[in-house]
């Protein structure tokens, strides 16, 4: 299967800890997105790359959260020094486009618990 | 895998039934509108999409409505199915607008329940 993929799919860190989630597109799509899904409650949109630059970055809560894509197709997701409220289900979606309509494609994601 | 929304308006139907799951919208500025349906431990998955130039959109066994006036879309499935059990979002964007980007923004979401 060519979905989008990402791990570990569950993920327990104490809080203070550092963690890192790995997304891996479908191969040749130009666009990555982070989203944050807190139980109970849609998506919320964290950041975009196309290809390895990061365009937008306006959804990421605060500066423990960094994302890349240095070659312009695994994207990771880290946060530092992980707090309770960082608990939530991290998803990647890619597409092939740009810009305009274009679908977004979504991986399973990961979900993190800080305890 | 664990719930998708625990506290999630939740919609039940019978097997057959058709069902209309209804979504307001934020922005006016909004052009694009998709539908998605997420099932437990998944992630969201595309159903239908619906460009801000069209009120309606069919599909196979799924319809969208968009009424700009007053900013609420809906889907209707017809016939449901115990496969169509899951929770759907709908989700707006505004793509003619390039430095917005391609990221959506997701409404609540409303969990169906297809009953036998």
């Known amino acids: 299967g060519a979905g989008v993929s990402q791990s570990p799919r569950y993920k327990v860190a104490k809080r203070g800890q550092d963690v890192a989630l790995r997304c891996d597109p479908i191969?040749?799509?130009?666009?990555l997105f982070w989203y944050q899904q807190a139980l109970g409650q849609g998506p919320e949109f964290l950041t975009y790359?196309?290809?390895?630059?990061?365009?937008?970055k306006s959804g990421l809560p605060s500066d423990r959260f960094f994302a890349e894509r240095p070659e312009g197709s695994v994207s990771t997701l880290k946060i530092q020094r992980t707090q309770q409220e960082d608990s939530a289900v991290y998803l990647c979606a890619s597409s092939a486009r740009r810009v305009g309509v274009a679908e977004q494609y979504f991986g399973p994601g990961t979900r993190l618990t800080v305890t | 895998g664990e719930s998708v929304g625990l506290h999630l308006p939740t919609l039940s139907v019978q097997e057959g039934d058709n069902s209309i799951i209804n979504c307001a919208y934020s922005n006016s500025a909004s052009d694009y509108f998709i539908w998605y349906k997420q099932e437990s431990g998944k992630g969201p998955q595309f159903i239908i999409d619906?460009?801000?130039?069209?009120d309606k959109r069919q599909g196979q066994r799924v319809t969208v409505l968009l009424n700009k006036t007053v900013k609420h879309l809906s889907l209707q499935i017809a016939a449901t199915q115990p496969g169509d059990s899951a929770v759907y979002f709908c989700?707006?964007?505004?793509?003619?607008?390039?430095?917005?980007?391609?990221?959506?923004?997701f409404g609540g979401g409303t969990r169906v329940l297809v009953k036998p």
């Open positions: 619906i460009r801000s130039n069209m």
């Open positions: 191969s040749g799509h130009v666009s």
């Open positions: 989700a707006e964007n505004t793509v003619l607008i390039k430095a917005a980007g391609n990221k959506l923004t």
């Open positions: 790359f196309q290809n390895e630059a990061q365009l937008d």
